[in-house]
């Protein structure tokens, strides 16, 4: 499956793209926002692309290879972002939190449950625990709550304690039916174990530390005008980005300094997808794009 970038259009218009300048994609994934910052900063502008993913690298590789020297690829989290980009030296920065096409279909990577795979779950599978060990080793209340607070679950001490008497549970398929047997398969517009697999996935990848710890460095490698994309997908880390993003702007917390804030919000109202993206790519319904601009 082709890996549609979402809010494409926006994300680029947004960035206000200047040939010359270094662009930061810290989510690089397949390369679609990449290439579209890439060919609109024809000809002399440059891209860095970080990701933790070596598949999704190596398809942007291929994608972006077209662009010659202008695009640099990093295997790397991005809050590896100071060990490689000057501070004040990025004309905007792109981060899109969203799970891609290639993670999403590929059994082997444990990511989703329309197909039986391992659970793994991991974005580099040099880090961490798999979502196998966290599943099979944590105590039930630990899991309980990791599927409370990330996966936003309801049933979440149901699911754990359901979790706990099917050990071991190795498959995405078994978990998906542990989950839907604890919960009752058809109550729900969605699959009853897709805030499961959300928890877990947030776990194994510490994905919001990881987005706290990076929104500070983005806005370091910023210069004065630059641009700070960044697309959600769900609640949690969207209310990190906006708080960040209302407390540089000045506006709200105890470092607020009206009289010297760093950031200006561009886009006072979430840009969400048009109808006819969610038609042409599902998976875009979610998403939530705030900008913010470097003072």
Do not use: C
């Amino acid at each position: 499956m082709t890996h549609i970038p979402v809010l494409y259009n926006e994300v680029l218009d947004g960035l206000n793209l200047r040939p010359g300048d270094l662009y930061i994609d810290g989510t690089v994934g397949a390369g679609g926002h990449a290439a579209g910052i890439l060919e609109r900063t024809a000809p002399d502008g440059r891209l860095i692309g970080f990701d933790r993913d070596a598949v999704a690298l190596e398809a942007a590789r291929q994608r972006l290879a077209v662009y010659g020297e202008r695009a640099r690829l990093i295997q790397a989290s991005y809050t590896a972002l100071a060990e490689h980009v000057t501070a004040g030296s990025a004309g905007g920065m792109v981060l899109d939190l969203g799970l891609s096409s290639l993670q999403m279909e590929d059994p082997e990577r444990g990511f989703a449950f329309r197909h039986d795979g391992p659970l793994d779950m991991r974005f580099d599978p040099r880090e961490g625990p798999t979502a196998a060990e966290v599943v099979n080793t944590w105590p039930v209340d630990e899991l309980a709550d990791a599927l409370f607070e990330y996966g936003e679950e309801r049933h979440s001490r149901r699911i754990a304690r359901a979790i706990v008497a099917a050990r071991p549970v190795q498959t995405t398929g078994q978990l998906a039916e542990v989950v839907a047997r604890a919960t009752g398969k058809y109550r729900e517009r969605i699959h009853p174990a897709t805030r499961t697999f959300q928890a877990l996935r947030i776990v194994v990848n510490d994905e919001l530390g990881q987005v706290a710890e990076v929104l500070p460095l983005a806005v370091r490698a910023l210069v004065s005008g630059g641009r700070l994309a960044v697309i959600t997908f769900h609640s949690l880390e969207d209310r990190i980005v906006k708080r960040f993003f209302r407390q540089a702007a000045g506006l709200v917390g105890e470092d607020a300094n009206v009289s010297s804030p760093i950031l200006r919000i561009v886009n006072k109202k979430v840009i969400e997808p048009t109808a006819a993206e969610i038609e042409a790519n599902p998976r875009s319904r979610s998403a939530k794009l705030r900008l913010i601009e470097r003072l």
